[in-house]
């Protein structure tokens, strides 16, 4: 009767001659981490001056706020409290609109910038990759064929 082959060990001996370079996965991974922190720089960078404009755009409504709300002698002078309010807190929003403006072209420039220095890395690491790859896989099958015969 045939001997049953063990085919773990066939297995292992087959995957065995193909060499796997587990650093270049270790160095993708770290790469990949470092963009994530240098993108999450961005992020909150980009959120703290958000929250600065918000707050002094909050402060500026509130003092302009309580001017209006001061007892009057006039009934028109409330109107005019009430006109003089508006006209001041739009030209507020319009500053604070143009102050988020730039935070989101900064965001955006800066995302961009990272991004293009991420992609030329990862196509000159594949590439190193790839050449590798290609000359320990043809090592391997040399090495097979030689063994074959």
């Known amino acids: 009767m045939a001997k049953a082959q063990d085919f ?5 001996d087959m995957m065995g001659s ?7 996965m270790e160095d993708a991974f770290k790469n990949q981490a470092a963009l994530n922190e240098k993108l999450s720089g961005v992020a909150l960078d980009a959120a703290e001056k958000s929250a600065e404009i918000s707050s002094k755009w909050t402060k500026e409504t509130l003092s302009k706020l309580a001017e209006v709300s001061k007892a009057k002698t006039e009934p028109a002078d409330y ?3 009430m006109t003089d309010f508006a006209s001041a807190n ?4 319009a500053e604070n609109m143009a102050a988020f403006a730039e935070v989101a072209k900064k965001v955006q420039m800066d995302t961009v910038e990272l991004l293009m220095a991420a992609g030329k890395d990862m196509q000159e690491e594949t590439t190193k990759a790839v ?7 043809s090592a391997a099958t040399k090495k097979a064929t030689a063994a074959a015969k």
């Open 8 to 12: 773990n060990t066939m297995m292992k």
């Open 18 to 24: 193909f060499p796997v370079d587990t650093k270049a």
């Open 79 to 81: 109107a005019k409290a």
């Open 90 to 93: 739009a030209e507020v929003a």
């Open 131 to 137: 050449k590798k790859a290609t000359d320990d896989m």
